[in-house]
């Protein structure tokens, strides 16, 4: 009996190892099955973004061929709308990729810039003006880099058909895999393309160029190149050695718009866990940005001697020539935003802000980058039309307060020279820009005057 019990218990736990195996294996075949069955759909899904993302590339180069032969304004903004409506959705496929290499971050920039400069151009075509010869140059260089883009992606996708390329080995290690499945692509590839967007990204000065003032030198950033003890002198004597606590170094930031060596310092009889913060750029030791927070007790300075106080400041440290413009108080501080005077034109680009306490007039806080990104001497002589002509371009029932000139940016990173014209409507405060040179109007602001500051949107 004891035998016959024991081999029954050695039989069913037989089967329980044999069960357990079966089970194993159908969850394994269902857990594969179902890895497959996701890894098809993934595959799908980024083949359909490969085959739209050409499409719409090849829609490009075709309206872009066609906008190099228009004749009529009219015609002329409509194909090039299109470019920028099919360059946008163009940019959405291709960020569906599973690949963020070099060559594809650089392959997004072109199709941005190509959806920009286009819309610019089509701006242009709206009120009426045809495209000059070097429009047209531009648009025809744009056209043959889309023809070698279009020309890039069908190789890519007939390898990818032909099992020369799969997504598997594009998404294990992306830039690896991707720089070495280029070399297999056709003569114009991807790395081709970033060698030519080299010359590309310099053809057009006046274009719709979303990098177009960061590609360039920093006009503001003069000097010659400084090591970090002396950025950490320069930031001593900015603040004050008499003030410093204690100084500690950041180091070498070299991700940002502008290269700078970075400090945090504790200031004497100050809050140790609000250290005050300052960068100097690497180029000509400029301060880029300083920061500081204290408890401001009471505000015993009126707006008009705190912008007394930010522009002797500037002029202090060699900044000459600086209009207040707009501001913003809030608990006790007052941030203000200086911009260049030339002339009696006012350089809205070269903006400088500070930060000033308004119990004492001390300078808590400075960022500069726009000085330093833009500032120059402009040529200011490209008025064609008189300040009534400009005039006559504004709605009748504008009550004109102020006016004067001002270079504004645009949208593009561009500069205009325009009229600016400070006016009321039933109770609304604008400012209108007139181009100085074609009468066109660019822009309306509406100022907001609040309790706490003057501000525009």
């Known amino acids: 009996m004891n035998k016959y019990l024991k081999t029954m218990k050695k039989n069913y736990l037989y089967g329980i190892m044999i069960l357990l195996i079966i089970v194993s294996i159908v969850l394994g075949y269902f857990l594969y099955k179902q890895k497959q069955e996701y890894t098809t759909a993934t595959h799908n899904q980024y083949n359909l973004a490969l085959y739209e993302l050409i499409d719409y590339v090849q829609d490009v180069e075709n309206y872009l061929a066609k906008s190099t032969i228009t004749s009529t304004p009219e015609h002329g903004a409509e194909t090039l709308s299109k470019v920028w409506r099919e360059a946008n959705l163009a940019q959405v496929y291709l960020a569906q990729l599973p690949v963020s290499s070099t060559e594809l971050a650089n392959t997004a920039k072109f199709l941005n810039q190509v959806s920009e400069y286009s819309y610019s151009l089509s701006r242009k075509n709206i009120y009426n003006e045809k495209l000059t010869q070097e429009d047209l140059d531009n648009l025809k260089k744009l056209h043959d880099y889309s023809q070698d883009l279009k020309n890039t992606l069908d190789q890519l996708s007939t390898d990818m058909n032909e099992g020369r390329i799969s997504w598997d080995e594009l998404t294990k290690n992306t830039d690896v895999a991707f720089a070495q499945q280029v070399d297999n692509l056709s003569a114009e590839t991807f790395k081709n393309l970033d060698e030519n967007f080299g010359e590309y990204a310099g053809l057009i000065y006046d274009g719709a160029f979303s990098e177009h003032m960061e590609s360039v030198e920093k006009k503001g950033l003069t000097g010659e190149e400084i090591d970090e003890e002396r950025a950490k002198q320069i930031a001593k004597e900015f603040i004050g050695e008499d003030k410093i606590a204690e100084l500690n170094s950041n180091g070498l930031i070299e991700n940002g718009d502008i290269q700078v060596f970075d400090f945090s310092i504790k200031i004497k009889d100050g809050d140790d866990n609000n250290p005050l913060t300052i960068s100097i750029s690497k180029i000509g030791g400029h301060i880029v940005n300083m920061n500081y927070n204290r408890q401001i007790n009471a505000e015993v300075l009126s707006q008009e001697e705190a912008n007394n106080i930010g522009k002797e400041f500037l002029q202090s ?133 609040t309790p706490n500051g003057i501000l525009t949107q």
């Open 317 to 449: 440290r060699g900044i000459e020539n600086m209009k207040e413009t707009y501001y913003l108080k809030e608990s006790g501080i007052v941030t203000i935003n200086y911009a260049y005077e030339q002339d009696g034109v006012v350089v809205y680009p070269d903006l400088i802000k500070l930060k000033i306490a308004l119990d004492n007039g001390e300078v808590l806080g400075m960022e500069t980058s726009g000085y330093l990104n833009n500032h120059t001497v402009r040529d200011i002589s490209k008025v064609k039309i008189s300040k009534e002509e400009a005039k006559a371009n504004l709605n009748k029932n504008l009550e004109i307060t102020s006016e004067g000139l001002a270079i504004i940016p645009t949208e593009w990173k561009t500069e205009i020279l325009c009229y600016e014209f400070k006016g009321k409507i039933n109770d609304t405060d604008f400012l209108v820009y007139i181009n100085a040179e074609t009468g066109r109007e660019e822009n309306i602001l509406v100022i907001i005057d």
